[in-house]
């Protein structure tokens, strides 16, 4: 007699490779990030109650600590969207991204511009305030034309 061999069929992999590798290298980014913030942000206190440290000095360091936390959330919707498509098959994120995207659309944001700018030449000088707010302020003024000049495409 014959026997006949009879293979099953391939099942369908429940890992999404690309998915897994994005999920990795962005939550290593927002570890790092996150890490280059705290360093930054513990030097600055550092530099303030030191004698021998400038504003200038001080002032960069919060300009690190102010783009440390921007790139880390700027990693969060995709570690979000990775871990659901590693978790399920479908992804659906529904009226979160239009809701979001609506308050923080780059076409209101460029109006803000010119006044980011202007708050930012006044907060340089004065001394008090310049450590504290230039690093929000520097984040703003480079991030709005770049998200501007994105959505013109």
Partial sequence: MIE???QA?????RSHWPSILVLLN???????????????FLNGIIGLVS?????ND???????TAAGVLLSVLLLPSIVLAFKRVSSDRVSMGRVWEKAFSLLH???LIWFFPLIVLAGSWVNNQ???NWLLMP???VLSLSIPVAWLVWLG
Avoid: D, H
């Avoid at 004698?51 to 504003?55: A, K, L, R, V």
């Avoid at 001080?58 to 690190?64: H, K, L, P, Q």
């Fill in 136 to 138: 929000v302020l520097n």
């Fill in 26 to 40: 962005a939550v290593a980014g927002l570890l790092f990030f996150i890490g280059v913030a705290g360093i930054s």
């Fill in 9 to 13: 069929p391939p099942t369908k992999s």
């Fill in 51 to 55: 004698p021998e440290t400038g504003p």
């Fill in 106 to 108: 780059p076409k209101k």
């Fill in 127 to 129: 001394p008090p305030l």
């Fill in 58 to 64: 001080v002032a960069r360091m919060f300009s690190y």
């Fill in 4 to 6: 006949q061999q009879v």
